[in-house]
């Protein structure tokens, strides 16, 4: 609040300066270290931005996001190079040495925003995404990002339309047998209608950080029933539809019932169905555990997808009902550039 404040007095009268500086990946290393550790790393971090650089005003924001504010003509690429370089040694906490990384953003009074409120806005923003991204930490300027964001409120309203509407469309990506080069199954894709293919990679993420996850899944399962009953699915030799189930819907004590009722409103078998569950879900274990086994009693039968992409776990997939599992995409491509025995082990261990 005292940062907006203070670019609100001096919007329009001064000329001015921002630089912000993220601890990356602030969340999960408070998850690993816990507050006892990092409270105090993040008032080293402070007392050393306030003492080191005294004619710039420093926030705290949130979530490991620090900003410097001061005159344009201050010299900000010497102070970026100073802190960028104090990062590179460890912070001491009590008994404790923290070894952080940190990623910059910068933006002035001439970044062509309309209003404050927009630079405070896309100033988050852009700083939220440099502490997740997996790049090496860098500087981010705020006008790269704009298109950014007005990319993602492009997606927010037409995910939003799609869904009040009831018109997101649903593909079926073909599944084969590789020994009889014949299709034996599918797996139902979410896309927006109309022409717009919008991609997953864009649209999922923004659904679950809202909420609307639920509803699109929903939509998609009845959507992938009518296909069922409205073809003969077993004549084109599909015999089973995945349809994704995100670990947002795991929360849902009634998601069994849900799904059970649906099937049941377009008369069709829950041997038609299998659950896909993705293997970075799986490390929310414990909001899966009840709803999958809730969901084994009624019948469904589980998929999961990406194994090998960051969270492999063999124990959990053993303890899992998977009915079948989807290598990684990046496993499959690494083994056809360069062949070794990791590939054909796994798929023979399964």
Not at 216 to 244: D, H, M, P, Y
Not at 263 to 271: E, G, H, K, P
Not at 316 to 342: E, T
């Amino acid at each position: 609040r005292a940062f907006r404040d203070l670019l609100n007095e001096w919007n329009g009268h001064l000329t001015y300066h921002i630089l912000g500086m993220v601890i990356c990946n602030y969340n999960e290393k408070r998850g690993i270290y816990g507050s006892f550790h990092m409270d105090p790393s993040v008032m080293r971090v402070n007392k050393y931005l306030t003492n080191r650089f005294p004619d710039a005003q420093v926030f705290y924001l949130r979530n490991g996001c620090f900003a410097l504010l001061g005159a344009d003509d201050l010299d900000w690429d010497g102070m970026y190079r100073l802190i960028s370089q104090r990062f590179q040694s460890p912070w001491r906490t009590k008994d404790t040495d923290m070894n952080l990384t940190a990623a910059f953003v910068q933006a002035d009074s001439h970044s062509a925003l309309d209003s404050v409120d927009r630079v405070v806005n896309t100033f988050l923003v852009a700083l939220d995404s440099a502490g997740r991204s997996t790049a090496i930490p860098g500087d981010v300027t705020i006008p790269a990002t704009i298109q950014a964001i007005n990319q993602e409120l492009a997606v927010k309203q037409a995910l939003d339309e799609a869904l009040e509407n009831d018109t997101v469309e649903v593909f079926l990506q073909p599944i084969i047998d590789s020994r009889t080069g014949c299709l034996v199954g599918a797996e139902a894709l979410a896309r927006d209608k109309d022409g717009r293919i919008v991609s997953p990679c864009l649209f999922i993420p923004l659904a679950e950080k809202n909420g609307r996850i639920v509803q699109l899944g929903e939509q998609v399962l009845r959507k992938t029933c009518r296909f069922i009953q409205e073809n003969n699915t077993s004549a084109l030799g599909i015999n089973w539809i995945n349809v994704n189930l995100s670990t947002l819907r795991g929360m849902n004590k009634n998601l069994a019932r849900t799904f059970s009722q649906v099937l049941i409103d377009y008369q069709v078998s829950v041997r038609s169905i299998h659950l896909e569950i993705t293997e970075e879900s799986m490390v929310d274990y414990t909001l899966l555990e009840d709803q999958i086994d809730a969901l084994q009693c009624a019948g469904f039968e589980f998929a999961l997808d990406d194994y090998g992409s960051g969270y492999s776990n063999l124990t959990r997939v053993r303890s899992y009902p998977f009915k079948h599992i989807k290598i990684d995409m990046a496993v499959v491509r690494d083994y056809y550039s360069k062949r070794d025995k990791l590939l054909p082990t796994i798929i023979q261990v399964f």
